[in-house]
């Protein structure tokens, strides 16, 4: 009987093994061009929209996340604790946004100064449309890394760390999961729960 049972468990694992093959880990060159492809993939993103979490241990910090991403370049970005507690709302551009919380509604031209200035922390709003998407911002110098399927796995870029460690596949593209973004005084961890590439978007 012991020999029937450790044949049937043999069986099991094989079986298992073989409807789950490993991936085979690239070669350095099959990496960078897969990367490229995968990169020009996702610089074809013109809108998304995403849900998820963000968190910063050292800040005691924790909130719901809301981003929607218009082909126009608009955002509109909103961080909200439990039951929308201390909930603040960016809408804007590269040139002005619109910054809404308890205090009332004021426009900046430097949203990262301001939440500094506001929270004594900042978020990377300037890069975080890329960084959300699993790419640099193509238009600052940036230091990357890739994960053994060609993907980002670090990348440094604006003073700021990225740590990505879990991608899900979202029709035709590989896109972040959950990451890390730490410069040195803040880390975030991101958890992205919902993307959604067709959002239903109207005037800004």
């Given at each position: 009987?012991?020999?029937?049972?450790?044949?049937?468990?043999?069986?099991?694992?094989?079986a298992g093994c073989s409807l789950s093959p490993q991936q085979r880990e690239l070669s350095?060159?099959?990496?960078?061009?897969?990367?490229?492809?995968?990169?020009?993939?996702?610089?074809?993103?013109?809108?998304?929209?995403?849900?998820?979490?963000?968190?910063?241990?050292?800040?005691?910090?924790?909130?719901?996340?809301?981003?929607?991403?218009?082909?126009?370049?608009?955002?509109?970005?909103?961080?909200?604790?439990?039951?929308?507690?201390?909930?603040?709302?960016?809408?804007?551009?590269?040139?002005?946004?619109?910054?809404?919380?308890?205090?009332?509604?004021?426009?900046?031209?430097?949203?990262?100064?301001?939440?500094?200035?506001?929270?004594?922390?900042?978020?990377?709003?300037?890069?975080?449309?890329?960084?959300?998407?699993?790419?640099?911002?193509?238009?600052?110098?940036?230091?990357?890394?890739?994960?053994?399927?060609?993907?980002?796995?670090?990348?440094?870029?604006?003073?700021?760390?990225?740590?990505?460690?879990?991608?899900?596949?979202?029709?035709?593209?590989?896109?972040?999961?959950?990451?890390?973004?730490?410069?040195?005084?803040?880390?975030?961890?991101?958890?992205?729960?919902?993307?959604?590439?067709?959002?239903?978007?109207?005037?800004?």
């Amino acid at each position: 009987m012991k020999a029937l049972v450790a044949a049937l468990a043999a069986l099991l694992l094989l079986a298992g093994c073989s409807l789950s093959p490993q991936q085979r880990e690239l070669s350095s060159a099959e990496k960078g061009a897969a990367y490229a492809r995968h990169e020009a993939q996702i610089l074809g993103i013109e809108s998304f929209q995403v849900d998820g979490r963000a968190a910063s241990a050292e800040l005691g910090f924790r909130a719901d996340l809301h981003w929607l991403e218009r082909a126009d370049r608009h955002f509109e970005l909103r961080l909200a604790g439990p039951f929308g507690a201390g909930a603040v709302e960016l809408r804007g551009d590269a040139d002005l946004v619109e910054v809404r919380n308890s205090d009332g509604v004021q426009q900046t031209a430097d949203p990262e100064g301001w939440i500094r200035h506001r929270y004594g922390w900042t978020l990377p709003i300037s890069g975080l449309r890329y960084w959300a998407l699993g790419v640099p911002n193509p238009r600052i110098p940036s230091q990357p890394s890739l994960d053994a399927q060609g993907r980002l796995e670090t990348l440094i870029q604006n003073g700021w760390k990225l740590t990505y460690s879990e991608y899900r596949r979202e029709g035709e593209y590989d896109l972040p999961r959950r990451f890390e973004a730490d410069n040195g005084q803040v880390r975030l961890k991101l958890l992205i729960d919902r993307w959604n590439l067709q959002p239903e978007i109207g005037s800004p």
